[in-house]
């Protein structure tokens, strides 16, 4: 098997004069107190006093995405099951029965402390046999490996890409590749979507679906959804044309592997034939074959868990990464991976370039964003002298004041546009999105552009509008529930969108030549 192992993230004497030259975040330029940065047309920032509702005061690009704002009387009150239970008098239920409804309320293990709690000796001495054996396999698992042990929605928030998961109203965003209809997960678990003419807005939602993670639009269809949640995955199938704003759980298949949870991070293959998985306490990651619910597993040595997985757009690679110091990327011909190693942390947070070359990643533990060059034909080979062994630092976002106002710091997540002409930087202590330009000459660069702040709010989860045709929208989720609508456009002097003032903009702004080079 060819297999190389890379090595460590680390500088040499060339890399520390690179790193003196490393851009940072004086770069950018902070809005007026109290401004609001609603837009960027041609590379220039437009702001508001007032917030970002006024965007239509630049530009008519947006005026049709669908409005949302989670407030409280929308989240729906979550419920143990026990108060209704209390208004009923107890029956004498037949057991069989009584283990049935154990079983699909509170799962196998449950059914099986049940049953062994039966009068009939025969029952209640299997089961227990059978609990015992599997509290020795978990013991032995978990004395083996100790942080395979699942610690609840402390896992989940130590490891989603969503900001204070588990607090606030916002967790995840994603649009639908080819429409425009957003999913917006709350706090709740419903998995809400909304569409451009917001008369018809779906609600995805049952009591399998447990403390969401991720979401993720299946490619080549019109309304397939995979939901990962604590217990597993859920696909949803959704008919645009019906009429039926709650489909019910036969429209949904359901993919489940013991001890594959919580199921932190999914990805789709660019043809829609696969769905790839990674649960924060399984080594394994399962690529799943959705019809067919079946399912084939990839492993390596490297860590108790995997926490991010990312497909190419070009398909033929993978980016996984485990809740350690090992990262891979994988030949998705063959199935072979190339191991990455950071110096210390984890990666927090990955995302591919459009046309598949670089990946840019941040780990947990500096600052700093990173490049990876990635070929088909020099990663995976056997000649180490022949591949790149390290990563760039591209651009330090150690934390400082601006106006006072604190930016920068360690990445929360962090996306590049569909053209791959920008990246989003969410952080995890500052509540400023720092928006870049990404310019390829002989390498991967980035150019500070836009810094994005809400008044009395902080950022939880961004995502980019997949067809977005006039440039880039940057969909972000804010802790008071709303969701902002952030376009970034790119237009001539001859087919603008009616805006007064492109013509004064232009000058001033990044020419336009450099995004037609990108």
Request: a neutral charge.
């Amino acid at each position: 098997m060819r297999f190389s192992v890379k090595l460590e993230i680390d500088y040499s004497e060339s890399d520390i004069v690179t790193q003196n030259k490393m851009r940072n975040l004086n770069d950018f330029l902070l809005p007026h107190k109290e401004a609001v940065c609603i837009c960027e047309i041609d590379g220039r920032p437009y702001y508001s006093e007032d917030s970002y509702d006024k965007i239509s005061n630049f530009t008519l690009a947006v005026e049709t995405h669908p409005v949302i704002h989670i407030t409280n009387d929308l989240i729906h009150a979550v419920s143990s099951g026990e108060e209704g239970r209390s208004l009923f008098l107890s029956v004498d239920v037949p057991f069989l029965k009584q283990l049935t409804q154990v079983y699909y309320e509170h799962g196998l293990i449950e059914a099986l402390h049940t049953a062994s709690t039966h009068r009939h000796k025969i029952i209640s001495n299997l089961a227990y046999v059978t609990l015992s054996v599997f509290n020795i396999y978990q013991r032995t698992r978990l004395f083996l490996n100790p942080s395979l042990q699942y610690k609840g929605i402390n896992t989940i928030h130590e490891y989603s890409q969503t900001r204070n998961w588990a607090s606030h109203s916002v967790r995840c965003l994603a649009w639908q590749p080819y429409s425009c209809m957003i999913a917006v997960c709350t706090v709740d678990d419903s998995v809400r979507i909304y569409t451009s003419d917001n008369t018809i807005n779906y609600l995805l939602r049952c009591k399998q679906q447990k403390n969401v993670t991720c979401l993720a639009w299946r490619p080549h269809t019109n309304g397939e959804l995979a939901v990962g949640h604590e217990g597993g995955i859920i696909v949803w199938s959704i008919d645009p044309h019906s009429l039926v704003v709650r489909p019910s759980i036969s429209n949904a298949i359901i993919l489940y592997e013991m001890n594959h949870k919580p199921v932190i991070s999914l990805t789709w293959s660019p043809r829609g034939d696969f769905l790839v998985s990674a649960a924060a306490c399984d080594k394994s990651i399962y690529v799943w074959n959705v019809e067919l619910n079946k399912n084939s597993t990839l492993k390596k040595p490297g860590g108790s868990g995997n926490v991010i997985v990312k497909w190419s757009p070009s398909g033929d690679k993978m980016f996984s990464s485990t809740n350690g110091i090992v990262f891979r990327v994988w030949d998705c011909q063959t199935w072979e991976s190339e191991k990455w190693m950071v110096l210390a942390g984890r990666v927090q947070t990955a995302c591919w370039t459009n046309c598949g070359t670089h990946l840019l990643f941040a780990t947990s533990t500096e600052p700093l964003i990173y490049a990876l060059r990635v070929k088909s034909g020099v990663v995976f080979t056997s000649d180490i002298e022949s591949s790149n062994d390290q990563a760039i630092p591209l651009f330090d976002l150690t934390k400082i004041e601006l106006d006072g106002v604190c930016i920068g710091g360690l990445v929360q997540t962090m996306e590049i546009d569909p053209k791959g002409n920008n990246l989003a930087v969410m952080f995890q202590n500052t509540d400023v999105i720092a928006l870049f330009n990404i310019a390829r000459k002989h390498n991967i660069e980035l150019i500070a552009s836009s810094l994005i702040t809400q008044c009395g709010a902080s950022p939880t989860t961004i995502a980019f509008q997949q067809n977005f045709e006039q440039g880039a929208c940057l969909s972000i989720g804010w802790s008071n529930g709303k969701v902002q609508h952030f376009p970034i456009i790119y237009t001539d002097l001859s087919n603008s969108l009616n805006m007064s003032n492109v013509n004064t903009s232009m000058k001033t702004s990044l020419s336009y030549q450099t995004f037609q080079n990108l």
